[in-house]
T-cell receptor, first 115, second 114 residues
Framework: QQQVKQSPQSLIVQKGGISIINCAYE??????FPWYQQFPGKGPALLIA?????SEKKEGRFTISFNKSAKQFSLHIMDSQPGDSATYFC??????????????FGQGTTLQVKP | DTAVSQTPKYLVTQMGNDKSIKCEQN?????MYWYKQDSKKFLKIMFS???????INETVPNRFSPKSPDKAHLNLHINSLELGDSAVYFC?????????????FGPGTRLTVL
């Protein structure tokens, strides 16, 4: 059972365009939603994150939009650049009684930005 | 100035062998994790240790045994390797208790079981 569903699986965008990646979740106990960026041969790295009490967070060209009622959140990459070509993962943190801070990842989206 | 390091980077071995992967972090974090990334790039938590105490233990075959000698190290030992164990294994660390709990990942160990 996939608790965090991510789409699309792959995305091709022209340089300067907007890349949009969507995620949906079911568990209302999730309390923190990070996005990770992974380049080939490297480990994932935190890109941007949001908490559910905020509807939008922007850092440079990267924006997270969060819809708590719909249990959906998305990553927007404005003015996409070839250097943004990577795999992007949304994730959600599970805040259970053990307070483990466990992260559950979406399936990943491979983004290719064409020059 | 590597924050989270793993050794080895590549590991090729035969079925049935036993192997270990080592992880070290110099960030002063108190929590460390092992993740498995399969061929479809799906990332799944396997284990987590906080101050050398096991706090996450997902449904992983008991052939996998993590060991944390101290807060800065988390090793993964795998017995009787199987073809399905082929994957990239990532170590990560974080400082527990922070509201954001950012996890910092190592470069990964690509394990190939022949």
């Amino acid at each position: 059972q996939q608790q965090v569903k991510q789409s699309p699986q792959s995305l091709i965008v022209q340089k300067g365009g907007i890349s949009i990646i969507n995620c949906a979740y079911e568990n209302t106990a999730f309390d923190y939603f990070p996005w990770y960026q992974q380049f080939p041969g490297k480990g994932p790295a935190l890109l941007i994150a949001i908490r559910p009490d905020v509807s939008e967070k922007k850092e440079g060209r990267f924006t997270i939009s969060f819809n708590k009622s719909a249990k959906q959140f998305s990553l927007h990459i404005m003015d996409s650049q070839p250097g943004d070509s990577a795999t992007y993962f949304c994730a959600a943190r599970e805040r259970g009684s053990s307070n483990t801070g466990k992260l559950i990842f979406g399936q990943g989206t491979t983004l290719q930005v064409k020059p | 100035d590597t924050a989270v390091s793993q050794t080895p980077k590549y590991l090729v071995t035969q079925m049935g062998n036993d192997k270990s992967i080592k992880c070290e972090q110099n960030l002063g974090h108190d929590t460390m994790y092992w993740y498995k990334q399969d061929s479809k790039k799906f990332l799944k938590i396997m284990f987590s240790y906080n101050n050398k105490e096991l706090i996450i233990n997902e449904t992983v075959p008991n052939r996998f045994s993590p060991k944390s000698p101290d807060k800065a190290h988390l090793n993964l030992h795998i017995n009787s390797l199987e073809l399905g164990d082929s994957a990239v294994y990532f170590c990560a660390s974080s400082l527990r208790g922070r509201s954001t709990d950012t996890q910092y990942f190592g470069p990964g160990t690509r394990l190939t079981v022949l």
